[in-house]
């Protein structure tokens, strides 16, 4: 008799028989899941350290621009701040000063 003819579920038993014959199951041994893990983690490439890498900085951004984003919109105390330069200048010499006011004249004659 021919293995290859009779009902589906004949020929399925047949095809699962011949391919544990060819294919033996081997045992695992106490130190299966150590190798397999160390084969997978031997086989990762720079891309994947580098997507981590990049996924932890995108983190840490976020995590600062939140954390920025909360200390500038806490209220400041009333405690007098220092002035800038900009702000010293801007006190030392007002508007009503007549170096500033007085009119300027051009001269745009060629020499």
């Given at each position: ?21 060819a294919c ?32 932890a900085f ?54």
């Open positions: 008799m021919n293995p290859m003819r009779g009902s589906d579920e004949q020929n399925l038993d047949a095809l699962f028989r011949a391919y544990h014959q033996v199951a081997p045992e695992a041994s106490a130190n299966f899941m150590p190798e397999l893990w160390a084969r997978i983690d031997s086989r990762q490439t720079f891309t994947f350290s580098f997507r981590r890498m990049a996924n995108v983190t840490a951004a976020v995590a600062l621009s939140i954390a920025l984003g909360v200390y500038m919109s806490v209220p400041r105390s009333s405690v007098q701040v220092p002035q800038t330069y900009i702000e010293a200048l801007a006190d030392a010499n007002s508007l009503d000063t007549p170096e500033i006011v007085g009119p300027v004249t051009i001269d745009l004659t060629p020499r």
